[in-house]
């Protein structure tokens, strides 16, 4: 499973890598913003209400039904908004077809997680200017990762991560030996 803030090239490179039985799901943070770039201001709070009140349903046929009245409300008046809310919508309800208990579901709602440790390794280097060469940059990337490490908390509801994994092997088919050649990619 990946969190992903929407970009295409990124979703293309993780179908790539791990095949189309890989489970995205999709930033509503960032699905949020992007819909409220196409609304005036007086109705981002309401739609922003409807938006959560939609992800926080208890199944994702649910959250679906939501979100496609709200674009359908949407379409007249604002139908860049309604088209920005469809594109990716069933990919901003993964969590919810994982059936995954609450704070590791709203942990792996957003980028935030792993935004906040970019922030940090970039907070780590910005003062270097002059960098010797690509060996010089990966040494540095990995000595801020390892210092982020240290500073970040577990993610919320990690104790869950065991109901995750079965949850993304039962979605995916994906057995023990599947499971092997897939993490041999990663490295």
């Known amino acids: 499973m990946a969190v992903i803030d929407g970009s295409k090239a ?12 890989v489970l ?6 960032h699905k949020t913003r992007n819909i409220m770039d196409y ?4 109705k981002r709070d309401w739609i922003k209400r409807v938006l959560r009140k939609a992800w926080a349903s208890e199944t994702a046929d649910e959250a679906i039904r939501e979100l496609h009245s709200l674009a359908t409300g949407l ?23 994982l059936r ?3 704070l590791l579901q709203k ?11 970019f922030s940090m390794v ?4 910005r003062n270097v200017k002059n960098w010797k060469n690509g060996t010089m940059v990966r040494r540095w990337v990995c000595v801020a990762l390892l210092d982020a490490e240290n500073r970040t908390n577990r993610i919320a509801g ?16 994906v057995d023990d030996e599947d499971q092997a050649g897939s993490e041999s990619k990663i490295a």
Do not use: W
């Open 107 to 117: 942990s792996l709602r957003s980028t935030n997680t792993i935004e906040s440790t």
């Open 10 to 21: 990124l979703r293309k490179a993780l179908k790539d890598v791990f095949g189309q039985q």
């Open 158 to 173: 990690y104790r869950s991560m065991g109901v995750l994994i079965s949850e993304i092997q039962r979605l995916t088919n």
């Open 24 to 29: 995205i799901q999709r930033c509503q943070v």
């Open 100 to 102: 995954i208990p609450g």
């Open 75 to 97: 379409e007249t008046q604002y139908p860049d908004a309604a088209a920005s809310l469809r594109e990716g919508l069933e990919e901003t309800v993964t969590v919810l077809r």
């Open 39 to 42: 609304l005036p201001k007086h």
């Open 122 to 125: 970039a907070k780590s280097m």
